[in-house]
């Protein structure tokens, strides 16, 4: 077994961890968009929320609506503070996985690129025997078939 040969379970390995991370990156991205859309819907029915107050408040409203209003109000924003923090915790993930798909991906190339000039060398060398075989074989044809001098 050659270098090269000896050397493929590594560089499918790494192949493999690179495709692991690839998924993952994949994955955190999928969580952030989800993240910040919930965030959106939040912002979308705070305004709706006090839209529909406005309204509502035109037709007159007491001080326990108008203090019911202001509690929601404050839940809501604190749930939009939480998922902006949600938010930031899946761009932070989102960028170590990024670094651990370049590290891979970095690696898995390296491995490919020492594994493809090992079978490159080797091919040579398998090329450069066979040549010398060939080359034997023709010395040898031409010395059997020369005329003998007498």
Do not use: C
Not at 43 to 58: L, T
Not at 76 to 102: F, H, M, P, Y
Not at 121 to 145: G, P
């Amino acid at each position: 077994m050659n270098r090269s040969e000896r050397l493929q379970p590594v560089a499918k390995l790494a192949d493999k961890q690179e495709r692991s991370a690839a998924q993952a990156l994949g994955e955190a991205r999928q969580a952030q968009v989800s993240e910040e859309t919930r965030l959106q819907e939040l912002i979308v029915y705070r305004q709706e929320y006090i839209s529909d107050f406005q309204r509502r408040g035109r037709a007159g409203l007491n001080g326990i609506e108008l203090q019911q209003f202001q509690q929601f109000l404050n839940q809501l924003d604190k749930a939009i503070e939480q998922q902006q923090q949600r938010i930031r915790s899946a761009l932070t993930q989102v960028e170590q996985r990024v670094g651990q798909w370049q590290q891979r991906a970095t690696k898995a190339k390296a491995i490919n690129n020492v594994v493809g000039n090992l079978q490159q060398s080797e091919n040579r060398q398998t090329d450069k025997r066979e040549q010398a075989v060939q080359d034997d074989r023709s010395a040898q044809r031409a010395h059997l078939n020369r005329p003998k001098r007498q």
